[in-house]
């Protein structure tokens, strides 16, 4: 259950970043209330992954789906450049998450 939770929490993660760019500042009502629920969730979600999860491992993936999610999706929505140091960038991730997932064990 504690992945579930984790799987939660990075939507939520993504959903924050997104909703607070179309929040304008805070001057976009829906989306200001949509920033303010997604953060309540994801670290509400987050620590319910963490009861079981160590934290050391459920942290960085929490941070890395929710980067790598608000890079694709600023991509295909807002129009965001991506770039191949980006694209590595995004690959330097996931890889250093694998390498604490796997060091965890």
Not at 13 to 34: C, D, H, P, Q, W
Not at 37 to 55: E, H, K, N, W
Not at 91 to 100: S, W
Request: proline share 3%; no cysteine; net charge neutral.
């Amino acid at each position: 259950m504690a992945w579930f939770y984790l799987g939660l929490a990075a939507v939520f993660e993504v959903t924050f970043a997104m909703s607070m760019k179309y929040s304008e500042g805070f001057t976009n009502l829906r989306a200001s209330l949509i920033t303010a629920v997604a953060v309540i969730a994801g670290i509400g979600f987050l620590t319910l992954a963490l009861r079981d999860l160590p934290v050391s491992v459920a942290y960085p993936i929490w941070t890395a789906v929710g980067t790598l999610g608000t890079v694709a999706l600023g991509y295909v929505f807002l129009g965001e450049a991506l770039t191949p140091l980006k694209m590595l960038s995004a690959l330097a991730i996931v890889a250093g998450v694998a390498g604490l997932k796997i060091s965890a064990g």
